[in-house]
């Protein structure tokens, strides 16, 4: 069992920090609320944030990707209640919270609600991205003691990619901004869990996301000269049955994993055979080699359209990691939980489908990414990327506490190096 230095003194400390800036930082989230933005168009809550960092004073890089942030707090030299001695080597711990909202219609009425007609933030970045300035706020009053650096990363479009495929955390690592981390923190909000709860877990914690596009190509025609044609949507039809025999006939049972096939489209009218047909969907999985057998048995399914005189071609235009969780830093976010909040302030949280761009930095970097409940206990439910989606704004202190403790924490007895996993 890993050893985790405890500091409850201090943990009570910053846990008073944090709970004096409660009302702030849902003020900040109400208001980032109220201005939803897609992802690489940010522009109004960069804005915000920037005069957040201004007025704390706190120096930063802006327009990565357009619209993202990283901010930087503390010289490294410091020697304080947080740390003792200085580290041997300068560390550097990033926290992440991400942007940009979603293409949907707020419903209700909250004086808070959605500004922008057809956006919303309906998954709680306003709520991370608010977190995450009350951090920037609780380093800048500490700053002198800090036994390292402190790096902010407000980061844009979580929720979608560039015409490359790139999604906002892959803009953040190409600017060169995070080299020499030795960890990196992040966390999301869930309305699946009572307010103010952890969930802490080692290992995966979301899973990786490929989209699939398969072109199926044959022959068109008349339907009265169907003999003279090669049908694409009847080589759809066959591919489809062996491509929904892959989890059932060629997975390990007990592996977690979906393919899910999402749309069929083909022809323009009813009297004429169409010269393709498209078909696209998403495979999820925990595990790298359990990735690479869905995609090899996916080829292998579509060339049952070969046989019968077709051919197709299976493009992967987008692929997102796992989230996978640095051991060492799981226990570190669980003891700083506990020291912070009492011992019953974790839930229980299993690895979900669910895909998360937080993945490229666990990919690199020893990482840590929270779940914090936040759930709203009127009855009603609120799930993500719904337009009734809301929390309970006054818990995120708590989550901003969390990741601040166990940045400290890191920054007093390390966590790893930032070398390349994959």
Known sequence: MTNIARTPADAADLGLSFSGMADRIRDHRRALHAIPELGFAETETSAYVRRVLDGLGVAYTSGIGGTGIVARIGSGGGAGAHGGSSAPRRLKVAIRADMDGLPLQEAGDKPYRSRHEGRMHACGHDGHTAMLLG??????????????????????????????????????????????????????????????????IS????????????????????????????????????ALNAIYAIRSRKIDPTAAGTLSVGTIEAGTTANVIPERALITGTIRTFDPKVREIFVAELERALKITEVLGGSFELEIPIHVPETRNDGRLAAMG???????????????????????????????????????????????????HNPSFDIDDGILYRGSALLALTALKVLSEGAGTATERR
């Not at 953040?172 to 960890?183: H, K, P, Y």
């Not at 700083?336 to 990919?363: N, Q, T």
Request: with cysteine; proline share 5%.
């Open 203 to 238: 290992g995966p914690v979301t899973a990786s996301g490929d989209m699939f596009r398969a072109t199926i190509r044959g022959k068109g025609g008349h339907d009265a000269f169907v003999h003279q044609t090669v049908d694409p949507i009847f080589l759809a039809t066959q």
């Open 334 to 384: 669980r003891a700083a939980a506990e020291d912070l909040f009492g011992a019953d302030c974790l839930f229980d949280l299993k690895p979900f489908m669910g895909v998360e761009d937080f993945s490229w930095y666990s990919s690199l970097y020893p990482s840590l990414f929270v779940m914090l409940g936040a759930r709203l206990e009127d009855g009603v439910a609120r799930p993500a």
């Open 135 to 200: 951090i920037a706020e609780y380093f800048t009053s500490i700053e002198s003691s800090l036994n390292g650096e402190i790096l902010l990363i407000f980061q844009p479009a979580e929720e979608r990619s560039d015409g490359k495929g790139l999604t906002g955390a892959r803009h953040i690592i190409n600017s060169g901004l995070l080299e020499g981390v030795s960890a990196v923190l992040g966390s999301h909000v869930t309305t699946d869990a009572p307010a103010g709860k952890f969930g802490i």
